[in-house]
């Protein structure tokens, strides 16, 4: 949606394609899937709470880890890669900060 109104309606139909098909998809597949239900409960049960909170925290290094990339190689081509910076302080603060609190509360 965000591509149609910067002005490029193909890649906006495209992308709306994609996550169409992949929400139907999901939609028919995913009564089936144990993985799936566990996951989308309101309230898992503790085997998925952990998968959940280790897929979690795997999405978070991988995403942490490609905009530090991202940063290092702007920083290599001469630009000042001042929005990947953001990302990475961000992450790093938000990480210290959730340490502070977690170790506080347990």
Avoid: H
């Avoid at 591509?3 to 193909?10: E, K, Q």
């Avoid at 597949?29 to 989308?40: A, F, I, K």
């Avoid at 190689?73 to 302080?89: H, I, K, M, T």
């Avoid at 502070?100 to 509360?105: A, D, G």
Wanted: hydrophobic letters at 50%; a positive charge.
């Amino acid at each position: 949606m965000a591509a149609t109104f910067g002005g490029r309606l193909a890649l906006g139909l495209v992308a709306f394609g994609i996550l169409a098909v992949c929400s139907l998809a999901l939609m028919l597949l995913g009564r089936r899937s144990e993985t799936y239900q566990g996951l989308t409960d309101k309230e898992p049960d503790e085997r998925f709470a952990r998968i959940a909170g280790r897929a979690w925290a795997g999405t978070g290094v991988v995403l942490t880890v490609g905009n530090l990339s991202a940063f290092i190689g702007e920083l290599a081509s001469g630009r000042s890669g001042d929005p990947y910076f953001w990302f990475v302080a961000t992450a790093a603060i938000t990480y210290v900060a959730f340490v502070v609190l977690w170790s506080r509360r347990t």
